[in-house]
């Protein structure tokens, strides 16, 4: 069974750029979920799409945004890049949503210059 | 919003000795999870604990869940050089039926030979 799979896996990109990460759920499963990670802040919660609708929000600015297709894929976009967004952004996938295991992907590692 | 606490940050045991990490959290979550990430890794999904006094038990790892006392517990038996990780736990919000997780600041494993 395939797992969940992030891509691009390592990302360098300039202040003030955007960007787009991709996220492919275990097949069947269609919440998919955002976080990010720094050494800083920990884990931090930055969405949630269940059925192509965000059911779920963090407490990001408006720069974080997201979607999720019919395929249950989700991309993250972050425009305007600032050196605080280099972080690890991790998505987890489940199959209904409450109670369910969450199961993670490898990780997007951005890097912002 | 629900804060998670985790303790100890960092732990250092011996091969053979037995440890409990105590994840603390703030108001009441319906569920609970910990997961494992070895550096430069992805979480390791390990346990998840719906219910008031559910104990969950995997190799040398057992998590517990009591709910009254907004805490849950991950012993770790005879531990062995494999079990150097760090571990996470997070909680989800009651009533909400998503997936969004507050994770825990995780604590540092590291088994001594």
């Known amino acids: 069974k395939a797992g969940v799979t992030q891509t691009p896996r390592y990302l360098i990109k300039t202040r003030g750029q955007q960007v787009t990460l991709s996220c492919s759920p275990i097949s069947g499963h269609r919440s998919v979920s955002w976080y990010q990670q720094t050494p800083g802040q920990g884990l931090q919660f930055l969405f949630e799409y269940f059925s192509e609708t965000q059911r779920n929000k963090g407490n990001f600015p408006g720069r974080f945004s997201g979607r999720q297709f019919s395929n249950s894929r989700s991309e993250m976009n972050v425009s305007t890049l600032e050196l605080g967004d280099s972080a690890l952004y991790l998505c987890a996938s489940s199959s209904t949503g409450w109670g369910t295991e969450a199961f993670f992907g490898q990780g997007t590692r951005l890097t912002v210059v | 919003e629900l804060k998670v606490e985790q303790n100890p940050l960092f732990l250092s045991m011996q091969e053979g000795k037995n440890y409990t990490i105590y994840c603390n959290y703030s108001?009441?979550?319906?569920?609970l999870y910990w997961y494992r990430q070895d550096p430069g890794k992805s979480l390791e999904s390990l346990f998840v604990l719906l219910s008031n006094g559910a104990v969950k038990q995997e190799g040398r790892l057992m998590a517990s869940l009591d709910t009254k006392a907004r805490l849950s517990t991950l012993h770790i038996t005879a531990a062995v050089h494999d079990l150097s990780a760090t571990y996470f736990c997070?909680?989800?919000?009651?009533?909400?039926?998503?997936?969004?997780?507050?994770f825990g600041t995780g604590t540092s494993l590291t088994v001594i030979p």
């Open positions: 997070a909680g989800g919000l009651t009533p909400n039926t998503g997936n969004q997780f507050y």
């Open positions: 108001t009441t979550s319906d569920r």
